[in-house]
């Protein structure tokens, strides 16, 4: 748990300096938002970003080890140097915020994310690939073709390049998985301090999603130790959807939605990478667009699509080297015709069993029935399988679109429809679409699934209630009446981990990942590891590359002589 914090303190240093760097840089060519409007958790989100981007563009390259670090370090110091006031002045605020009470709530969150985060039970994915495809990216950067060895690896997540970039597993007897519980710890905070000051506004929508954040961390509480992309692309949502409805909801003029829209469009674009249900998340960036069309910024357009495209390039090419597609599992772009690429029928079957354990057929078809099922077959099944809170969730989403009906008819006849608010629920719609339609797994559309009846309804409210006191009971009874169940069963579920793990141990160093028997294999001259118990799904992180399933790998072979030549199909 001390190395933990100690980490935690590391990447908040390293991402505020990136993040102070990059901005000045940036400055150059586009309007940034300004500190005050996005605060110390924009900047450090802007440093996550740049550094995720930049050990992605590494690891085309060479492995994400000692080189890939030390390099990193020698580019920040010259960045702090050359930004040493602004960084000075960051941190004497932060300084002076953790004396506050503000502080003492932050300080008992980060307490709260390390306990869980240095101990535990990984989560499932976290077995199978995570941290495998961490040690790969580790060991050798990108490999041709290792989506053949094992399909989930092509999935190619930029958030395990992240995670790769702070294991420093080069230096450490042991590798740090902390950067999930760094995310929950910055983004809840942030969350918390905006809560904290709810009193001083009229309106509360924002409010909401500042209120979901709380919970998704409350949701995810006891899975912090596992680097899961899903955890990591829903965070990142859930404070890009804040901090827009934020601007949206509590600013004063428009001076600031340039800069700030513009910079959610690039972080929404970027988020993708991290995971690929987010997709939809894109069509935020309609609005800055729109906006820098109508004042005929034409040289800051073109340079806002450039810095969008180039987070976005790396994680291109990494899919086009790693499984031959250009996005994976999206047949419909097939661009490339490589010796390493993952044959089409595979990657078919692995898109449609991911829509079919989505739609809960898996007990009852296999994935070339289930796929093939119509939407009357497979939704009672699918809401059949659903706990009683989870129902509870899905009603509210009728509710909570029912609720954004009246308001658009509200603000239509008072003449106050307003772009930003109206492209929020735009994206939450969409989202919710389109997770529904394709793999309706609760946690790959957590994010919108909350901030949907949440702040549709306490938007409700305020078009048609003016009372302070009011609208502050009205949050409340919204909140209860829509996660209360929820909050309760996971609240729970939280209270019974930490009693469960409390006398673990791991109160210096964190938990390791999890290990399994392996089984040594020379594939044509390339040695190979394959896990020898493949009912349990864990896939050593010791040994490297290795697969937790046999069938797989068995349709792969080397391409050269080493592993770095690659894998083909057979």
Not at 135 to 146: F, L, N, Q, S
Not at 323 to 342: C, H, M, Q, R, T
Request: overall charge positive.
């Amino acid at each position: 748990m001390v190395v933990v914090l100690l980490s935690y303190i590391y990447i908040f240093l390293v991402c505020l300096i990136a993040g102070v760097t990059i901005r000045k840089v940036l400055s150059r060519v586009i309007p940034v938002p300004n500190v005050e409007r996005i605060g110390i958790t924009g900047i450090v989100t802007t440093g996550l970003v740049t550094l995720t981007v930049y050990a992605e563009c590494f690891s085309i390259f060479y492995k994400v080890g000692a080189v890939c670090h030390a390099l990193m370090l020698m580019i920040l110091a010259i960045g702090a140097y050359k930004c040493r006031k602004k960084v000075s002045a960051l941190l004497i605020n932060v300084k002076k915020r953790f004396r506050s009470k503000e502080g003492v709530v932050c300080f008992i969150i980060v307490l709260i994310s390390a306990f869980y985060a240095s101990r535990g039970v990984f989560h499932r994915d976290t077995g199978i690939y995570h941290a495998q495809a961490i040690r790969i990216i580790e060991e050798y950067g990108v490999i041709k073709g290792i989506g053949n060895f094992q399909l989930h690896f092509a999935y190619n997540s930029s958030y395990l390049a992240l995670c790769a970039l702070f294991t420093l597993s080069f230096i450490l007897p042991f590798a740090l998985h902390t950067m999930t519980g760094f995310i929950m710890a910055l983004f809840t905070c942030y969350a918390v301090c905006g809560l904290m000051k709810w009193t001083s506004r009229a309106g509360h929508t924002a409010d909401m999603a500042r209120l979901a954040i709380i919970i998704y961390g409350i949701t995810a509480l006891e899975y912090l130790q596992s680097p899961a992309t899903d955890y990591g692309a829903m965070y990142m949502v859930l404070y890009i959807m804040c901090a827009w409805i934020t601007q949206a909801v509590e600013k004063k003029d428009n001076t600031d939605d340039i800069p700030v829209y513009g910079y959610l469009a690039v972080l929404s674009i970027f988020t993708v990478s991290m995971k690929l249900s987010a997709a939809a998340l894109v069509v935020l960036a309609v609005l800055p667009f729109i906006l820098l069309v109508k004042k005929k910024m034409t040289k800051e357009t073109v340079s806002f699509i450039v810095i969008g495209f180039l987070s976005f390039l790396p994680y291109l090419v990494r899919n086009v080297i790693i499984s031959g597609w250009l996005l994976y599992p999206a047949e419909a772009i097939d661009l490339f015709n490589v010796v390493w690429k993952v044959p089409a029928e595979y990657m078919k079957f692995d898109a449609d069993q991911i829509k079919v354990w989505g739609r809960e057929l898996q007990d009852t078809a296999s994935v070339e029935d289930g796929i093939k099922e119509g939407i009357s077959v497979w939704l009672p099944i699918w809401w059949e399988r659903k706990r009683f809170y989870e129902k509870l969730l899905i009603l509210f989403q009728v509710a909570g679109a029912g609720a954004v009906f009246l308001n658009l008819i509200i603000r239509t006849v008072r003449k106050k429809i307003r772009a930003d608010v109206a492209m929020f629920y735009i994206t939450v719609f969409i989202n919710i679409a389109m997770w529904f339609f394709t793999a309706p797994f609760i946690r790959y559309g957590l994010a919108f699934l909350m901030l949907l009846p949440l702040c549709s309804a306490m938007d409700l409210a305020e078009n048609l209630f003016k009372g302070k006191a009011f609208l502050r009971f009205a949050m409340v009874a919204i909140a209860v009446v829509c996660f209360g169940n929820w909050t309760a069963h996971y609240l729970k579920v939280d209270k019974n981990r930490f009693l469960e793990h409390v006398k673990d141990g791991f109160y210096v160093t964190p938990i390791p990942f999890a290990d399994s028997e392996t089984e040594r294999i020379d594939m044509n001259g390339v040695i190979v590891y394959n896990t020898v118990h493949e009912d349990d799904e864990v896939n050593s992180y010791y040994n490297c590359p290795s697969s937790c399933y046999g069938d797989m790998m068995n349709r792969s072979e080397p391409i050269g002589t080493t592993v770095k030549d690659g894998f083909k199909p057979r």
